[in-house]
């Protein structure tokens, strides 16, 4: 779907979190998930999103004190879902920098339009270029294409599939973890590693000493689109990340 929003929403409840995933998803947006405050800084610190739905009654750290941290660097919209329905908690939220709050239990139809509204008061900030750019390569989003000065390149449905995670968000650390949320689970562990691999010997003159695709030791991997100067792989390191400097390798 074009222009997909992406939402990450917030909740302990395993259930009610899976629950608003399918609903949210067959709604045309896309999901992301988190189980608590702590999770969901973390998704935050690597991923856009264009909304949060977020619970207030989380163990931790509750849903009003995350939302007021993150006020303090990250404007994203905010919706509060919560049993608390009384004024005064509601008036919390909001001062928390929430831009709406509905009440448990409530129609999923009444939340998706609540979310349209939300998101149909943001000022569009979409780039108007549909394509991410690095060295002779063009990544086409929409289409999913992968251009060589010019030229299609082929590329299988999984390689694709982590190149448009990595072109949705440029020069951003993308941990295991994140990645495997972003593809919705149609990769995990190792298999996140074995696909980095095949991508690198497509888009590297050398994959053992990459230039696009590099490793951040201990965090995970980052597509460089910025003009790329030097060689990026010399200190290799051709394991998982270890730590947190940009080298070669898987």
């Given at each position: 779907m074009e222009d997909q929003a992406h939402i990450l929403v917030i909740d302990d409840d395993?259930?009610?979190?899976?629950?608003?995933?399918?609903?949210?998803?067959?709604?045309?947006?896309?999901?992301?998930?988190?189980?608590?405050?702590?999770?969901?800084?973390?998704?935050?610190?690597?991923?856009?999103?264009?909304?949060?739905?977020?619970?207030?009654?989380?163990?931790?750290?509750?849903?009003?004190e995350f939302l007021a941290d993150i006020r303090a660097h990250n404007n994203v919209p905010a919706l509060f879902l919560t049993a608390l329905n009384e004024s005064e908690n509601r008036i919390h939220g909001l001062e928390a920098g929430a831009d709406d709050y509905l009440g448990k239990p409530f129609e999923p139809r009444e939340l998706i339009l609540r979310i349209q509204r939300i998101l149909a008061r943001q000022p569009q900030q979409k780039p108007d270029n549909a394509t991410v750019s690095f060295g002779d390569f063009t990544f086409e989003i929409e289409t999913g294409r992968l251009l060589s000065s010019g030229l299609p390149l082929h590329i299988t449905t999984a390689e694709?599939?982590?190149?448009?995670?990595f072109a949705a968000n440029p020069n951003e650390t993308l941990s295991r973890e994140t990645l495997h949320d972003c593809l919705e689970g149609r990769m995990e562990g190792r298999s996140i590693d074995v696909a980095i691999a095949r991508l690198r010997r497509k888009l590297e003159v050398d994959p053992k000493k990459p230039m696009y695709l590099l490793t951040v030791r201990g965090a995970g991997w980052s597509l460089r689109t910025g003009p790329v100067t030097g060689n990026h792989g010399a200190a290799g390191n051709h394991g998982a990340p270890g730590n947190h400097r940009a080298q070669g390798g898987v």
């Open positions: 395993d259930r009610l979190r899976e629950l608003l995933r399918r609903f949210l998803t067959e709604s045309g947006f896309r999901v992301t998930d988190a189980a608590n405050a702590d999770a969901a800084r973390h998704l935050l610190d690597s991923l856009s999103f264009d909304m949060l739905v977020i619970d207030v009654m989380m163990p931790g750290q509750n849903g009003v694709r599939d982590l190149l448009n995670v």
